[in-house]
Nanobody
Framework: QVQLAESGGGLVQAGGSLRLSCAAS????????MGWFRQAPGKEREFVAR????????YYADSVKGRFTIARDNAKNTAYLQMNSLKPEDTAVYYC????????????WGQGTQVTVSS
């Protein structure tokens, strides 16, 4: 099992920036990909970005491409989501999640951190 803990959420004005962190503990050697997801009130959870834990390759949802950057620090077992040019529609609870193989589901999730962007 991998335990994940997000931090860094908060209230920010439109156009501002936030950096989320996701600290991993436990069987971190088993992590293949770390992803960020978000869920806004009344909406389904959606994919935001992911990073290959070993190689650092990244992939983004179209809605955040060019504004958000995912990164990781293997020595600290921590993933980051740098969010710039934030919009009110980015308001959501943000979750990090981990998967162990390319074909496995995301089966380890953090508790989430609230991001609120005011207009």
């Amino acid at each position: 099992q991998v335990q994940l803990a997000e931090s860094g959420g908060g209230l920010v004005q439109a156009g501002g920036s936030l950096r989320l962190s996701c600290a991993a503990s436990g069987r971190t050697f088993s992590v293949y990909v770390m992803g960020w997801f978000r869920q806004a009130p009344g909406k389904e959870r959606e994919f935001v970005a992911r990073i290959n834990w070993s190689y650092g390759s990244t992939y983004y949802a179209d809605s955040v491409k060019g504004r958000f950057t995912i990164a990781r620090d293997n020595a600290k077992n921590t993933a980051y989501l740098q969010m710039n040019s934030l919009k009110p529609e980015d308001t959501a609870v943000y979750y990090c999640a981990a998967k162990r193989t390319p074909d496995s589901p995301y089966d380890n999730w953090g508790q989430g951190t609230q991001v609120t962007v005011s207009s």
